[in-house]
């Protein structure tokens, strides 16, 4: 969103136009004075857990769509958005509990129906974790995968909810 907000010796009340909002101001000494605004919204940070061909194409899509991507077994920033985990089964349990008790947003798990509820028997519920994570577009590579993954996330925040 961009926004001019123009304060000068206008008369009149202060009136908005697509694009510019002007204000008068008493200043005797006259002149104008322009300021151009731009809304920049800071990245979503997203936690990539896994080394897996899915798990590269989430790091290499969500670099493409300017988010903040951290792939690998660091542990989960504090203040991340968004946990994915695509570890084909490898360590991914403890990630699952470390993610909803730093209140990550949106967490996803990516397996099938029946390995996802698997998962979230062991980890006694899982709340929170979506499992499939993405939404159901018929993804079958893992460029798909990802891409179905982020419209989920995208759809979640244009919505003002990621979980």
């Keep these: 969103m961009e926004l001019l907000a123009r ?10 136009e697509e694009g510019l909002v002007a204000v008068g101001q008493p200043c005797l ?9 731009e809304a920049v919204l800071p ?17 290499a899509l969500g670099r493409a769509l300017d988010y903040q991507v951290e792939p690998g077994p660091a542990p989960i920033a504090a203040d991340a958005d968004v946990v994915l985990v695509a570890s084909h089964g490898v360590g991914e349990e403890p990630v699952l509990r470390e993610a909803p008790a730093k209140d990550v947003p949106y967490i996803g798990l990516i397996a099938s129906r029946r390995r996802g509820a698997a ?3 062991r980890l006694a519920g899982g709340e929170g974790v979506r499992v499939p994570a993405g939404l159901d577009i018929g ?5 798909e995968v990802a891409v179905s993954g982020y419209a989920e996330i995208i759809d979640g925040y244009q919505r003002g909810s990621t979980g």
């Design 7 to 16: 304060l000068g010796l206008e008369a009149g009340a202060p009136h908005e």
């Design 29 to 37: 000494s006259g002149g104008t004075l322009e300021i151009f605004l």
């Design 43 to 59: 990245p979503v940070l997203v936690h990539v857990y896994g080394d897996s061909p899915i798990a590269r194409a989430f790091t």
């Design 119 to 121: 998962v979230l028997a």
């Design 139 to 143: 993804a079958r590579t893992p460029g």
